[in-house]
Each structure stands twice: as structure tokens, then as C-alpha cells.
């Protein structure tokens, strides 16, 4: 089954950072936020990834194509140019890097995947700048035993963000971050049925607002209610605490 990660938006809010390179290639614990988030998924045997590239995409492309060298160690003659690794840390992973747009909003990226994902029944579908201990083959399972097109995880972080209300478990209204919200709000580590797409008008259209709101409206989206870890990395703050996490053992 594929992963789909959004690593291109211009990450305004962690300029400190993001001057030079993506959001998602900004370090925790001195490996990228990107690599962090494979690894969630990984682990739990989902290994085949579309990165959606956009703003300074090219920085992960130079990640992974030099993904070897960077995390083996190396032996260089400098009068022949013989190069000798040292080590096999690489893992089994397949990733393949689109360029979805510098400009694109996120639902326009998911978008212009839409060829690398018609022949799936369904798919993984998050955002380059969260992590959580979500279980995604139980995930997996409540999505494919309710039978709608969408299935959105959520959790109950601070009240800054978006909030979204509950019929039982389906998702009945989607409202995107009002000054005044508690409660669940969208976590990301989506599960999509391809058909979703079509919920997406143009490159311009945020995934958060008409497509998200529109599959409420039909009746098309379930939430997944995550109770335990999730972060994101909006803000310096954010990334100093899961710094702090990382150095913790945590």
C-alpha cells in the first residue's frame, strides 16, 4: 500500500528553519522530520512512499540520493576517487519523489497524484510535519470495515487548531481552525479511497477546507479517535519540544 506525505509548503511559521530547506528536512535529533515520519509507518510495514515535492524540493531529492553515504560510513582514496561504504543502513524502502508545484496548495498535490494512485483500493495519506504512535494497521481496519471514501484520524491537542464533530463516528461537520475550538481536530495519517480525489477542484484547493468539508457532507468521512502521542512541528516551540522528547528516550 503507498504513503503519501506532503513535503512541500513553504513553512512560514518556522522561517528560522525553513529559509533553505523544506519543512519536513528540518532536524529532530539530526535526522529530518521526513524520516521520522517514514519510520512511523515503516515500522509497522508500510514501505512504499510518494513524496509530494514542491519548495525546495530538490533538497530531498539530494536526501535520497545520497541516502547511503550519508548514513554509512565512508572510505575515500583522494588520488583515485575510489569511494569504499562501510555498513548496510538503508532500509527497505521504495520512494518515489513527485514534483507536485512550488505554489500548489495541498489538496491541488494530492491532485497530481491522482495517476499514481488510480489503481489502489485505497491509501496512506499525511503531512511533513507530524508524528504520533497511531496504529496504523488498526487504522487500516476501521477504515475498510465502515465503506466510506475517507477516514481521517483524530486527536485533542490545544485549542489553536480546527475543530471536528461527531455523528458516532462519522465525521458530520469540519470546521477549520475558529479562534474559540476544543476537542478533536484533523491529526493527518489519512486513509483514502482513490475516488476522494475527485473531491479536489484545482492546485489551488487546500485539502483542509471544500474537499474535507464536502466529504463531511456526504457522509463520506469517518474519524479515527487517536488517543495517545501526536505532535506537530509548527513552530520553533514545537520543535524544541520534540527535540526534547528525542534526547529523552521518549
Not at 182 to 190: H, P, Q, R, S
Request: negative net charge; charged residues 25%.
Amino acid at each position: 500500500m503507498k504513503v503519501v506525505i506532503l513535503a512541500g509548503g513553504l513553512g512560514t511559521r518556522l522561517s528560522e528553519e525553513t529559509a533553505t530547506k523544506p519543512k519536513p528536512m528540518v532536524e529532530i535529533g539530526s535526522k529530518p522530520m521526513l524520516w521520522h515520519i517514514m519510520n512511523i509507518y515503516a515500522h509497522q510495514g508500510f514501505n512504499e512512499f510518494i513524496v509530494a515535492l514542491g519548495y525546495r524540493g530538490e533538497s530531498i531529492k539530494e536526501y535520497f540520493l545520497n541516502y547511503y553515504a550519508i548514513n554509512n560510513d565512508l572510505s575515500i582514496d583522494l588520488a583515485t576517487g575510489q569511494t569504499t561504504m562501510h555498513g548496510s543502513k538503508a532500509p527497505a524502502w521504495k520512494v518515489h519523489l513527485v514534483d507536485t508545484g512550488h505554489a500548489t496548495q495541498t489538496g491541488g498535490r494530492l491532485r497530481r497524484l491522482r495517476d499514481w494512485l488510480k489503481d489502489e483500493e485505497c491509501f496512506m495519506f499525511t503531512y511533513g510535519d507530524g508524528v504520533a504512535d497511531v496504529d496504523l494497521n488498526k487504522l487500516l481496519a476501521f477504515h475498510r470495515g465502515h465503506g466510506r471514501l475517507a477516514t481521517v484520524t483524530t486527536v485533542k491537542p490545544p485549542a489553536r487548531f480546527g475543530r471536528i464533530g461527531f455523528d458516532g463516528e462519522r465525521v458530520d461537520e469540519f470546521y477549520e481552525k475558529p479562534e474559540d475550538s476544543e476537542g478533536w481536530i484533523n491529526g493527518g495519517f489519512f486513509v483514502l479511497d482513490p475516488k476522494t480525489i475527485d473531491y479536489i477542484d484545482g492546485d489551488e484547493t487546500p485539502w483542509e477546507r471544500d474537499p474535507l468539508m464536502r466529504l463531511a457532507s456526504a457522509q463520506q468521512m469517518m474519524g479515527y479517535k487517536h488517543y495517545g502521542f501526536w505532535s506537530c512541528m509548527d513552530t520553533l516551540r514545537e520543535k524544541t519540544y520534540l527535540e526534547e522528547l528525542w534526547a529523552s528516550g521518549q
